[in-house]
């Protein structure tokens, strides 16, 4: 069954650098998403993205985020000065066609601020 | 905006008995109501999932039920394994370009 990749499954950053969390999304899917999930606490919603272009996004995905999909088959979450409350576990799903399709989920990344 | 409401936060039932969560929402515009399943350290997975023009869907030991009149839904898993232990997620959709709104989580313990 075709999965979405994540990588690096753990990112250890100092506080003030930038990460870029990288995502292989379903080959056919065309609705891509990340949401991200502090310890302990529910899944929530960060951005989604179609059409090469932000669809939505959620109040925490501020101007330090970034998505881009540089190539046709990568799809990428850039946080440009992180910090401490950025630590948290990071999740790219995709879906297919339209929105309202089951999303899959990556295995994450573990970002951890220092 | 939308928000939901999952409860109970955590159950714990004996291996065999039913295990039933609830979802509870505001936004009536919601129409797509998937369940995730996320074991320790994973990610969640899609275990089940209705759309608004359908009261109840099952798979196996696992069924979903909508009442959208009243704006709630529930996950019910029958004669339960201690496999089924983890962290179950209810979640809307539908609103919009596919964001999901994630419940709090119920913390479903199967004993042996």
């Known amino acids: 069954e075709p999965e979405v990749t994540q990588t690096p499954s753990h990112q250890v950053t100092q506080m003030g650098q930038e990460v870029i969390l990288r995502c292989v999304p379903i080959?056919?899917?065309?609705?891509f998403y990340w949401y991200r999930q502090i310890l302990g606490q529910k899944v929530e919603f960060l951005v989604s993205f179609y059409n090469n272009e932000i669809s939505e996004k959620s109040e925490i995905f501020d101007d330090q985020f970034s998505v881009e999909r540089p190539d046709g088959s990568n799809f990428t979450l850039k946080i440009r000065s992180t910090k401490l409350e950025d630590s948290a576990m990071y999740f790219c799903?995709?879906?297919?066609?339209?929105?309202?399709?089951?999303?899959?989920f990556g295995d994450g990344t573990r970002l951890s601020i220092l | 905006g939308e928000n939901v409401e999952q409860h109970p936060s955590t159950l714990s039932v004996q291996e065999g008995d039913s295990a039933v969560i609830k979802c509870t929402y505001s936004?009536?515009?919601?129409?797509?109501f998937p369940w995730y399943k996320q074991e320790l350290g994973k990610r969640p997975q899609l275990i089940i999932d209705i759309r608004s023009n359908v009261g109840e869907k099952k798979d196996q030991r696992i069924a979903v039920t909508l009442n959208k009149t009243a704006k709630h839904f529930s996950l019910h898993i029958t004669e339960t394994q201690p496999e089924d232990s983890a962290v179950y997620f209810c979640?809307?959709?539908?609103?919009?370009?596919?964001?999901?709104?994630f419940g709090q989580g119920t913390i479903l313990t199967v004993h042996p």
């Open positions: 080959s056919n899917h065309l609705y």
């Open positions: 979640a809307l959709g539908g609103t919009s370009y596919g964001k999901l709104t």
């Open positions: 936004d009536s515009a919601s129409n797509y």
């Open positions: 799903a995709s879906s297919e066609v339209t929105a309202y399709q089951p999303q899959h």
